[in-house]
């Protein structure tokens, strides 16, 4: 045990040992024209090579599996037996190299997932009631603990901040590199980095619970998870390298050509197809995991890249879930005046719609704090009255509106049922008699999805449905303007889980797209289950994607992704395919052999590990510009 652990720790130096050995006997030959120097060099070359070839066959051979490295054990042998020496270390140098090579391209195909490990921190300070603080390993904090983060580090818990406050990048959990804001009671992700400033957070998710160690944890899963491609090519090796070992004995019985036959195990090695499949999938997981896009396995990627028909929640999927006013009619000489009269009487109230009104007006920079109030009341079913700067204002309905004999022109009545047909909440504001604003208030659309759904009918998609328990005006609204194929609103849960098992009945393949907590029995039902952010337990567990930064782009580029793998998936078997094919040809005809094969065996691995890396920079990461555009307009 020791040996074969001496040997697999310094391969690459006896792979460097053949090189220089190989250079000596040719250098023998060629310069001194000694025959002892070439063939002794070139003896001791494949000796020191075979070792590490010759254990993994035989650990192989221990778990009953005919591997690629017994086919050239078994070459080498032959080559000594007939005396081709020059052709067993050749052999065996680029099959070690191609190995050294193979594993240094394969280390930058999962490069994004290894800096996720990497930047998992290993130490906590606690901070003790007696103020005290304590560097811990992250293994002893325990949830409710005090941790102490400073400007420059690395937030070692779930939690929420106490006191403090600072910029967090949480590129790292949603892949969107713009700090984010925040103070005293926001929660805070593991990983987060501090830019500037001291929190103390209480830790409520610790170790592997976090969403940090969750999305480790999936990631390094979804290596794993193998995709039908991989699991067809493993079943196919487990046949196809026996089967080599089988022809080479019959090419032997039936020529009697040892050299030919012993040609046949080198040139039959399934390299490039055993590991096409697999390098295409770490590549296409790494381009997500980056982008805060986690995607379970090459399953998930398979069935993802088949989906033809895409159904949404509503709230918090297609709109933002918060509401905010979507639509002003104004009929004030001084709209200014009428926006304060209005924000200042919201602001005696705790009702959903003012807060909406009052941000409105915070962002029209309106000011309305200093203004006096008299009195004030609030009339159950149709808003509020009150006396603000001497003004007699009504904030409600149209049943106020009527209570209080404020007529409404034609103009009026029409901007009402305009606004009323967008499904809009409306509130009505009368100002000493006369009605000076109509404002509508509803959930407001993502900023630019109508071209963002666009991008998933260009990559493929045929069918986007959306399946909301809101009401029937304000679904149709919203599907009309975003450009929807089919719109259900009025759902219960198990309903919309009866419209997808319809759409699979129809022969479609699903993806569900919502939040992840209230929509999980339709996101387990359908073929994928997608999770817009939210970074919750459920969204992580429940869903087959999950998209932490909980955009739009994220989702064309994940789709487009799945698509991208899969293709770059079929492109490494049939390269691999291909170059067996050459392979035999040449052999057939013959100007192929032992060493010209296995340089061409080994340049087949690297070509479809290369082809595979083109994954990794697949699609453009999103500049900080455009995501505080981006920003801004979610805002707005």
């Known amino acids: 045990m020791k040996f074969q652990r001496y040997i697999q720790n310094h391969q690459n130096q006896i792979t460097l040992a053949s090189a220089i050995l190989i250079a000596i006997g040719f250098a023998g030959k060629y310069l001194l024209s000694s025959t002892v120097v070439y063939d002794w060099a070139f003896i001791l070359a494949s000796i020191i090579a075979a070792v590490p070839i010759m254990i993994h066959a035989y650990q192989s051979l221990r778990v009953k599996v005919i591997s690629i490295e017994l086919l050239v054990s078994i070459a080498v042998v032959g080559a000594f037996i007939i005396g081709e020496y020059n052709e067993s270390a ?90 984010v804001a925040k103070t005293a009671g926001d929660s805070v992700y593991s990983g987060s ?110 069935d993802f890249a088949k989906v033809d028909t895409f159904v949404f929640d509503k709230t918090g999927t297609l709109t933002l879930g918060n509401t905010a006013v979507s639509a002003v009619k104004d009929y004030a000489d001084d709209s200014k005046e009428a926006l304060a009269l209005v924000a200042r009487a919201e602001r005696l109230s705790n009702h959903p719609l003012g807060k909406a009104i009052t941000d409105y007006a915070t962002h029209e920079k309106v ?85 963002q759904l666009q991008a998933l009918r260009d990559h493929g998609a045929k069918h986007l449905v959306m399946l909301t328990g809101d009401n029937k005006i304000t679904a149709q609204y919203v599907a009309e303007q975003i450009g929807l194929d089919e719109v259900h609103a009025e759902l219960l849960p198990e309903e919309k889980v009866d419209y997808i098992k319809k759409f699979k009945d129809q022969g479609r393949t699903v993806a569900f797209v919502g939040d992840g907590i209230n929509d999980s029995p339709a996101i387990a039902t359908a073929q994928i289950g997608i999770a817009m952010g939210s970074g919750t337990d459920v969204a992580i567990e429940t869903s087959d994607v999950v998209l932490m930064q909980s955009s739009f782009e994220a989702l064309v580029h994940a789709y487009a992704l799945s698509k991208k793998t899969v293709i770059n998936t079929k492109e490494n078997i049939a390269i691999a395919i291909g170059v067996v094919v050459f392979l035999l040809i040449g052999l057939i005809v013959g100007f192929i052999y032992m060493a010209s094969g296995m340089f061409v065996h080994e340049a087949s691995i690297l070509v479809v590990i290369f082809n595979a890396m083109r994954l990794i920079s697949y699609g453009k990461m999103p500049t900080q510009a455009q995501q505080a555009a981006t920003q801004k307009t979610s805002l707005t």
């Open 367 to 451: 000011d309305f704090e200093q203004l006096d109030v008299a009195e004030n009341d609030t009339v159950k079913g149709q808003g509020l009255t009150a006396t603000i700067d001497g003004h007699h204002v009504l904030v409600g309905n149209l049943k106020m509106m009527n209570a209080n004999s404020i007529a409404l022109t034609d103009t009026q009545k029409a901007d009402l049922t305009d606004v009323q047909h967008t499904g809009s909440s409306v509130v009505m504001v009368a100002v000493d008699g006369a009605l000076k604003l109509i404002l509508g208030v509803s959930d407001t659309i993502r900023p630019g999805i109508k071209a």
């Open 90 to 179: 050749i052999v065996t140098f680029l099959f070690l190299f191609g190995s050294y090579l193979e594993q240094r391209t394969l280390s930058k195909t999962r490069q994004s997932i290894k800096s996720l490990t990497q930047m998992a921190p290993e130490t906590a300070v606690i901070l003790h009631d007696d103020g005290t603080q304590e560097e811990v390993d992250i293994d002893d904090v325990d949830e409710g603990d005090h941790i102490m983060v400073k400007t420059g580090a690395s937030v070692p818990v779930d939690g929420n901040i106490v006191s403090g406050s600072g910029y967090l990048d949480e590129s790292v959990i949603t892949g969107e590199s713009k700090a």
């Open 193 to 302: 980095i501090l830019g500037n400033g001291t929190l103390t957070v209480e830790a409520t998710k610790v170790g592997e619970d976090t969403t940090f160690g969750k999305i480790i944890e999936l990631v390094e899963d979804a290596q794993d998870a193998k995709s039908p491609a991989e699991s067809f090519i493993d079943k196919f090796a487990q046949y196809y390298t026996p089967a080599v070992l089988v022809i080479a004995v019959l090419v032997y019985l039936f020529t009697r050509d040892f050299p030919t036959a012993i040609t046949v195990l080198v040139l039959g090695c399934p390299g490039a197809l055993v590991i096409g499949a697999p390098v295409s999938n770490v590549a296409g997981i790494g381009n997500g995991a980056k982008r805060g896009i986690l995607l379970k396995g090459g399953a998930v990627m398979d």
